[in-house]
């Protein structure tokens, strides 16, 4: 591991990687700037001129091997972050103690302005933890002894993970045979198991550290699921919720907002909606005669097409709140069509806030509240138009 | 000095890679085999002599055993009773039995092979030993079954014994291919222990190729119906019954838990004399014969 630029190695320029697209940490390219750094080393003060110029001084990370990113690399790394942070924060002339990540970014597109068009491919001074990736920690001491004693099949976590839970079954399968000879079997219960689902592949990855495969997988959850079938006691409990994950109730995600007052005392709510380019924000008042009022124009006016109107009308038909309600919209974008669907949208989500929530639930399942995601398809090349061809000539 | 690079040089005799952590443990540092070779006649200094007893003491600590026959007495964890009582001798029907399987076999009855137990008393008194020694060594040990009704009990005595086991998918290149599975600097078994040298698929396993391939010394448990050829040292035995499996979880675990703490006696002890000596301030005293060890 021993380079003999190390001493020339700048703490500055040390970790001012480019990072290039085959990886994060796996170029560090031989500045031809000079610079001057003062160093303090162990009390005393020495300038050191610094500027990696030769080709034969750079150290390809790459084939160094697993030997650099061990624990004690990256606190080096770390300190020699720390200390060049406070040196920039001297030079730009600001408060070490305060210099956030967003001054040290301005301050190197200052000090290093790059012409370069990938922004991955300019100058950063990052925390080492953004810039090496997370690794496994060594897996074996220093007598080369590994430290799980499933090391050798290759997914220690896992089969451990496995071997345990298989003790635990063995040993429930135990209980449940002296406590059958006694006649004290519990009755199962699963109300603990409604609204919550198996951890999902990626999810038990991520918990372990390491690859699974699609079976293993199902292996794990037959396992669990097998654990279940025993009279469990409250550790295997609590075990087993550590694999579960509450599953979201869909229909009870909508967020009534409550209803606001203005000057006058007359409560309202107000709401937004959209259909394909149109965005309407639309405001409805508690008392009223079924006045409606569009962008400050009169809905007969605005939308002269009956089909349009009917749009508008059908949240409150639906309610049976016909002439209920005062409504004043501003709608902006799309077409006729697309504004009206828009204005109804809004009123729905407006009208949540007035109406009780089996009337809210009647709404989602009517489609009111949905919004309609059907946008224009777009032309592709080679046909006249989204979907239609040119016409197809035998010869 | 002379007889004991001797018989180390022997067990160097194979991979030198592997052996190369026997090096580490065995010296206190690289440079004491240098100083102990008195090439130049003169009176080495005082630290000098302190390395020198450093690796006289590790020297000596690793001999010692090989100069008796059956220094950790394997001989009494089992006799021939005990292997009858766990049904050790009971192998496969006739139609099963591997041609190279024959020279292990007392008979036949009903059709279904008895296992020469004569034979295997033996077998398994030089494999028990054989891992003792290697135990004592501070040598990797792992215990290789491919029979998923006994997955659970061998884990948990490899937990016990603080060795390794491997008893799930074999993938392709563990041993072969180690360095790149695993890192570069990664140690391999020092032997491998086979409870069934059949996979599920009653093909050889993998490992015992591998471990021949990569001169990793494999004790293995064989039954009449599994081929001898590639394992070190075979125990022919029953390996189907769940008592057989657990007596033989037992044989070994005890083994190496008897060797271990051998080994962690006979450092304290070593290292007593060692001290009485220095207090003493006699360097050129002769070291005088350790007692016999009992356990």
């Given amino acids: 591991m021993a380079a003999p630029w190390a001493p020339f190695a700048a703490t500055f320029t040390n970790f001012l990687f480019i990072r290039g697209r085959s990886g994060l940490a796996r170029s560090r390219v031989a500045w031809k700037a000079a610079a001057t750094e003062r160093r303090t080393v162990a009390g005393t003060q020495v300038l050191r001129l610094i500027h990696t110029t030769s080709p034969t001084q750079k150290k390809n990370v790459a084939t160094s091997g697993r030997e650099e990113c061990t624990v004690a690399f990256i606190k080096k790394q770390i300190e020699e972050f720390n200390i060049g942070k ?11 103690e305060t210099f956030t990540q967003e001054d040290i970014d301005r301050a190197i597109t200052y000090l290093f302005p790059s012409g370069l068009f990938e922004k991955r491919a300019r100058p950063i001074m990052k925390h080492p933890d953004d810039i090496f990736p997370k690794r496994r920690a060594l897996q074996w001491g220093e007598d080369g002894r ?26 429930l399968d135990k209980c449940s045979d002296h406590l059958r000879a006694k006649g004290l079997l519990p009755q199962k219960k699963n109300q603990d198991l409604i609204g ?72 309202y709510s107000s709401g937004e909606g959209k259909r394909k380019t149109a965005k309407a924000k639309v405001i409805v008042y508690e008392h009223g005669s079924g006045r409606i009022k569009v962008n ?21 038909h639906f309610l049976d709140r016909l002439g209920k309600h005062d409504m004043d919209c501003t709608v902006s974008g799309g077409g006729r069509s697309a504004q009206a669907g828009a204005i109804r949208l809004a009123t729905a989500n407006a009208l949540c806030s007035f109406v009780s ?11 009111l509240l949905t919004t309609d995601p059907r946008v224009k398809e777009r032309k592709k090349p080679g046909q006249e138009g989204a979907r239609r061809k040119f016409t197809w000539k035998k010869r | 000095m002379a007889l004991a690079p ?27 085999s240098q100083h102990s070779l008195r090439m130049y006649g003169s009176v080495p200094a005082a630290g000098i002599v302190q390395q020198e007893d450093n690796s006289d003491l590790s020297d000596k600590i690793l001999t010692e055993p090989l100069k008796h ?28 039995r591997h041609r190279f399987m024959e020279p292990y076999i007392f008979g036949t009855r009903l059709e279904q092979d008895i296992i020469d137990l004569d034979q295997t008393v033996r077998h398994l008194q030089l494999a028990l030993n054989f891992t003792a020694h290697l135990a004592y060594r501070k040598g990797i040990i792992l215990f290789v079954s491919r029979n998923r009704q006994f997955t659970h009990l061998i884990e948990k005595m490899a937990v016990d014994c603080g060795e390794y086991a491997h008893t799930r998918y074999f993938k392709g290149g563990l041993l072969t291919n180690a360095p790149v599975q695993f890192g570069p600097q990664v140690r391999l078994p020092d032997l491998i222990i086979f409870f069934h040298t059949l996979n599920n698929v009653f093909e050889p396993h993998v490992a015992v190729r591998d471990a021949a391939k990569m001169n990793i010394p494999t004790v293995g448990i064989v039954d009449t119906n599994c081929n001898p050829c590639l394992i070190t040292y075979p125990i022919p035995g029953n390996d189907d019954s769940p008592d057989s499996i657990k007596l033989f979880c037992h044989l070994f675990g005890t083994t190496i838990k008897r060797a271990k703490a051998k080994r962690k006696q006979m450092e304290f002890l070593y290292s007593q004399q060692n001290k009485q000596r220095a207090k003493t301030g006699d360097t050129y005293q002769q070291q005088p014969g350790p007692p016999q060890l009992e356990t």
């Fill in chain 1, 86 to 96: 406070r040196h920039l924060a001297n030079m730009m002339g600001e408060d070490p």
């Fill in chain 1, 146 to 171: 590994p430290f799980h004693f499933l090391f050798y099949t290759g997914k220690p976590s896992y089969y451990s993970l496995m071997h345990e839970v298989y003790g635990m079954i063995v040993d």
């Fill in chain 2, 6 to 32: 001797a018989p180390l040089a022997l067990l160097r005799a194979g991979n030198l890679s592997r052996f190369h952590w026997l090096d580490f443990l065995g010296k206190a540092s690289p440079w004491t």
């Fill in chain 2, 69 to 96: 026959s059956d220094f950790f007495n394997v001989k009494e964890l089992f006799s021939l009773k005990t292997l009858f009582d766990a049904r050790v001798h009971l192998g496969h029907k006739k139609g099963c």
């Fill in chain 1, 296 to 316: 400050g124009i009169d809905y007969l006016l605005y939308f002269p097409v009956t089909q349009d109107r009917e749009q508008l009308m059908f949240p409150f």
């Fill in chain 1, 196 to 267: 919550s689902r198996w951890l999902i592949k990626e999810e038990l990855e991520e918990m372990l550290v390491e690859k699974l495969s699609d079976q293993d997988h199902m292996r794990f959850i037959q396992l669990l699921e097998r654990l279940l079938t025993l009279p469990c006691g409250s550790t295997e409990e609590e075990y087993i919720h550590k694999f579960r994950r509450a599953i979201p109730v869909q229909s009870k995600t909508k967020l009534i907002e409550p209803l606001q007052y203005d000057e006058q005392g007359m409560a």
């Fill in chain 1, 357 to 367: 929530e089996d009337e809210v639930e009647w709404l989602r399942q009517a489609g």
